[in-house]
């Protein structure tokens, strides 16, 4: 069974200097991760997913814009995946349109991967790269997407009707980036007490919903993430607790979940940046959905 993996972080691009301030893009995520697809079967990422690709004029101005899809740099090829060989495996149904400031164009993209069984059980990564122009110069933002390639053949499940979800997005989890400085060592630390931070679900669907949480390295084979610049990997995913493993949330409500850090005493840990991983993973669908939440610590001296 598919699985889907996004990465809230989502690229954007603004020039700094003069008129070009008026010009930006953003996306609704930064990196995408499709686990399990299946050779010679079509996978529409908004209908079986609920995940459609959304870009968003952020500036002052109405832009033109065009969406590709492109093979990463050899320098952002994630390790252990392959290029994409050829960008139509990935079909988009809008690539262009004409924005106002603060308007959104929507598009599905499909997957149709070759009915080759040398693919499976394979790993590839792709850019979706919407852009538009600044006078002579080019704006765009990135948004990698991530797929394997299921070892078995055959077809997909059945999945629920897509219908039954009218947000586009089946929940949102905020914040997505979360700093905590000064953490001591040898003691279990109340995030929301110490830093007034707590995780905040909202689920957007008109069903009961549970999610689960964990925490998973960076460089986890199952992560799409990559480190930030000066931080270390989470050296224990468990030094990184929550008040409860799963979370029952209405329909249209929020709620928060807890987080505590508890570094051994040991002056190995002292002043150092940590990263920690955080998926939440939406439980009740046939093709899970799950968003990642990053957590940035920086140890006591």
Known sequence: MPKIKTLLLAGCFVLSAGILQATGLTANFGDVLFENLKIGQPFSARDKANLPYVVTNSGTKDIDIVIEVIPPLPKNLKPGYEPIPD????????????????????????????????????????????????????????????????????????????????????????????????????????????????????????????????TIKVKDELSAATLKEGYLDTPDPNILSF??????????????????????????YAGKNYMFLIPVVQGNQEVPVIRYVYLYVTTKK
């Open 87 to 214: 960008p139509r495996w990935i079909t988009l149904h809008k690539r262009t349109g004409t924005l106002k400031p603060k308007e959104q164009l929507s598009t599905d993209f499909v997957f149709n991967i070759p009915n080759d069984e040398k693919l499976m059980g394979r790993k590839f990564q792709a850019v979706l790269y919407p852009y538009t122009y600044a006078g002579i110069l080019k704006i765009g933002v990135n948004s990698n997407v991530f797929f394997t390639i299921d070892k078995e053949k055959g077809p997909y499940p059945i999945y629920l009707n897509p219908k039954d979800f009218k947000d586009k997005q089946s929940f949102e989890v905020a914040p997505q980036d979360m700093y905590v400085q000064d953490v001591p060592l040898g003691e279990k630390v109340d995030l929301e007490k110490k830093y007034g931070l707590v995780l905040r679900i909202t689920n957007t669907t008109d069903l009961q919903c549970k999610y689960y949480m964990n």
């Open 243 to 268: 008040g409860s493993i799963e979370l029952v949330v209405n329909p249209k409500e929020t709620k928060k979940m807890k987080l505590f850090l508890q570094f051994p005493k040991d002056k190995q």
